[in-house]
């Protein structure tokens, strides 16, 4: 049996461990919830069946924890990841990985030294319309791509704890923790871009927003990608995708994954069902298909039957500098 300890017990927390429960026929169980308020420990890990803990370094020194799934801010993805690698635990931490360069140094170094698997929560890499999108393109089945649009919107994102999510400082701001799903896939499909150019629409502060980038690639083809998470409170959180192939076009959006080709009617590829899970814990995402898929990728990797290799520590870091250009291209993350 493998043991986890769920680490930050807010909404991302609480999906985490739905999934684990759907993934006990592998043989994976959510043994602590940990968060340093002692209610919402207490409240997943009844639900669960799990022991409630306030206490990180009691998880870390338990020699039962064989996993250490790492739901908190941003700021303390790092300190943690490392502590639990170095406490010989292996380790799933959510995105994004982190923002600092030191921090980027140090958990690749740690990584290494101590062998332990590591993958990170870049979930947008095993949803199945995009898992779809990116075998067709390396397939060729369509020959290759001429553009392509990404994005990701929503209202203000009010559920996290303390408002952390809006302290450019803890969680990077919209680019860095909400762009950067879809700033790391499009990575993951076409590579780094020869070129980027950004602008941002900011807040009275002076904080970004919305970004709007676009990314060159070879003479031409270009890509953009979009997210912002000022809108009104009524507003629906849409994400999806549109891309061009030489014979068919691609369309992500409310009705579904649509492929309109050159020649003969427009259809709906058909989907692997995903999971369906409970989601009554909040924030912007109801259908947990992806984390699932993630989940499953993690704990079959842990069993050794296969590599650890879509959504690694490295890749993660890549996609966050990515993000960093951008910031830079629209001209800083705060400008007064």
């Known amino acids: 049996m493998i043991n986890v300890a769920v680490i930050g017990c807010g909404f991302m927390g609480g999906m985490h461990a739905a999934c684990y429960q759907a993934l006990a026929p592998l043989g994976v169980k959510v043994a602590v919830t940990c968060d340093v308020y002692e209610a919402p420990a207490k409240a997943l890990a009844e639900k669960y069946g799990a022991v409630p803990c306030t206490d990180l370094n009691a998880v870390l020194e338990n020699k039962d924890i064989d996993v250490v799934d790492i739901c908190l801010p941003t700021h303390k993805h790092v300190c943690t990841a490392v502590a639990a690698m170095k406490a010989g635990k292996d380790v799933f931490v959510e995105k994004p990985i982190c923002i600092d360069e030191d921090e980027m140094e140090l958990i690749l170094k740690t990584e290494a030294e101590t062998g332990r698997k590591v993958q990170v929560g870049q979930v947008i890499r095993f949803w199945n319309e995009y898992v779809w999108l990116k075998k067709t393109a390396e397939a060729g089945t369509y020959g290759r ?7 990701r919107l929503s209202s203000r994102p009010e559920w996290a704890t303390d ?11 919209l680019a860095v923790d909400m762009h950067v799903h879809d ?30 980038a676009v990314y060159g ?11 912002g998470w000022d809108y009104p409170p009524t507003y629906p959180f849409t994400a999806g995708f549109r891309v061009k192939f030489e014979k068919a076009s691609v369309i992500n959006d409310v009705n579904g994954l649509t492929v309109y080709p050159q020649e003969g009617e427009p259809f ?17 995402i109801s259908d947990l298909g992806g984390y699932y898929n993630e989940l499953k990728f993690f704990v079959e990797g842990l069993k050794g039957e296969h590599a650890l290799d879509v959504a690694t520590v490295a890749e993660a870091i890549k996609s966050v500098k990515l993000v960093k250009k951008e910031i830079e291209a629209a001209g800083g993350l705060i400008v007064k």
């Open 145 to 151: 791509v001429l553009n392509g649009h990404f994005h």
């Open 163 to 173: 408002g952390w999510l809006h302290k450019p400082e803890l969680s990077g701001g």
């Open 183 to 212: 700033v790391d896939f499009v990575r993951y499909l076409f590579g780094e871009p020869d070129r980027v150019n950004a602008q941002a629409g900011r807040d009275a502060n002076g904080l970004i927003q919305q970004i709007y």
């Open 217 to 227: 690639y070879g003479k031409d083809v270009a890509v953009s990608v979009e997210a």
């Open 268 to 284: 709906h590829p058909e989907m692997d069902a995903g999971f369906q899970g409970d989601n009554d814990i909040g924030g912007n």
